[in-house]
C-alpha cells in the first residue's frame, strides 16, 4: 500500500484529533487549512482553531484563507499535489475546490447516515432518545451530507450519556475510522455506496438559543433525553421568577421519577431540600444547574443560596 498525501480541512477539537490520527498514521499530511484566526471575549483576544495549535506545533503546512475561492490559495493547493482532501467540522467547500485532488474528498459526519444530517447530530441523536449512533465517512459532493458512503461505524449510546461524553467516544472512534478510510482507498479495497433514500430522514439542524428552552409539557423521558442532549453545550434552559425578577436556569444534568399527580406540567415544588419540576407524567428532579449570573453549581449548592423558597415559581 503506498501512503497517501492529505490535505487536512477542519476547526474544532473533534476536527484535530483526526488531523492528529492521520499524522501518526502510515499517511502524509501536505497541508492543512482551516479558519482565520478571531477576536472573542470581552478583551478582544485572538484564538486560534484546535486544528491550527496542532498544525503549528508538529510544523504542518497550514493555510487560513478568508475565501475558498481565492485563486492565489487555490494555486498553492493546486501545487501540493494532495491524492485525496479530508474535511472535519469545516465549512462548505466549493466545487472548484473539493474536486482538485485524483482520489476526491472525503467528510467525517458524527451520524448514521442518511440519518441526522446537518450541524448538530451528536445532540439529535440523544434528544430524540436513540439508543446507537455511529459515524460516517463519505465522498462530498454539492448538498449536504448526502454523497457517497465509504465507511461506516456504530457507536451504543449509554442511557444517562449526555452529548458531552458521546462527542468524546464519537471522536476518538472516528479518527480511527479516516484512519481505514485512507487506508482502503489507497490500497483501493473500498466500495462506495449511494445513501439510502428515505423519504423522511432525521434531521440535525443547527441549534440556535430558542432551541435550546425547555418544554415541560412532554413525557419525564422526553425531557430527560432534551437536556442530556443539550449538555454541556448549548445546555438546556428554563426560566425562574425569583421575587418580581425573571431569570434564566441553566440545567445541565438530572433524574427523572414517573409518578402520577394532577400538577400542571412545567411548575414546581422547591424547598431546602428539593427542587421537583412537574412534567405530564412524573416530574424532573435537576443535579446540576447554573443561574443566570452565577457559576455552574450542585442543586444543593443551588437550594442553600435561598430563604424564602415562596417567592420562587416557574415563569
Aim: hydrophobic share 40%; aromatic share 10%; net charge negative.
Amino acid at each position: 500500500m503506498k501512503p497517501l498525501k492529505i490535505i487536512f480541512f477542519g476547526t474544532p477539537e473533534f476536527a484535530k484529533s483526526c488531523l492528529e490520527a492521520i499524522h501518526h498514521s502510515s499517511h502524509e499530511v501536505v497541508g492543512v487549512v482551516t479558519v482565520a484566526d478571531k477576536a472573542s471575549g470581552r478583551g478582544q483576544k485572538m484564538n486560534q482553531s484546535a486544528v491550527k495549535v496542532f498544525a503549528v506545533e508538529n510544523n504542518l503546512t497550514l493555510f487560513q484563507p478568508e475565501k475558498l475561492r481565492n485563486p492565489e490559495f487555490l494555486e498553492e493547493i493546486s501545487n501540493l499535489d494532495a491524492d485525496v482532501f479530508v474535511v472535519v467540522a469545516f465549512r462548505m467547500m466549493p466545487k472548484i475546490l473539493f474536486e482538485k485532488p485524483r482520489l476526491g474528498t472525503f467528510n467525517l459526519h458524527a451520524s448514521l447516515l442518511p440519518d441526522y444530517r446537518g450541524a448538530a447530530p451528536i445532540n439529535y441523536a440523544i434528544i430524540n432518545g436513540e439508543n446507537k449512533t455511529g459515524a460516517t465517512t463519505f465522498f462530498i459532493n454539492e448538498k449536504i451530507d448526502e454523497g457517497n458512503i465509504l465507511l461506516q461505524e456504530e457507536l451504543e449510546i449509554y442511557p444517562d450519556e449526555n452529548a458531552g461524553a458521546l462527542h468524546d467516544r464519537l471522536m476518538a472512534m472516528g479518527a480511527q475510522l479516516i484512519v481505514k478510510t485512507l487506508d482502503g482507498l489507497a490500497a483501493n479495497t473500498i466500495q462506495e455506496t449511494p445513501q439510502t433514500n428515505v423519504e423522511h430522514p432525521k434531521n440535525a439542524f443547527k441549534i440556535f438559543k430558542e432551541d435550546t428552552k425547555i418544554n415541560w409539557n412532554g413525557s419525564s423521558e422526553t425531557v430527560h433525553n432534551f437536556v442530556r442532549g443539550m449538555s454541556p453545550y448549548p445546555c438546556a434552559f428554563t426560566n425562574l421568577k425569583i421575587g418580581e425578577d425573571e431569570k434564566s436556569l441553566k440545567i445541565y444534568r438530572g433524574k427523572i421519577e414517573i409518578d402520577a399527580h394532577e400538577n400542571t406540567p412545567g411548575t414546581l415544588e422547591i424547598d431546602k431540600h428539593r427542587f421537583k419540576i412537574f412534567t405530564e407524567d412524573g416530574f424532573y428532579l435537576p443535579e446540576e444547574v447554573q443561574l443566570e449570573g452565577k457559576k455552574r453549581m450542585s442543586v444543593k449548592d443551588f437550594l442553600n443560596g435561598f430563604q424564602h423558597f415562596d417567592h420562587i415559581s416557574m415563569a
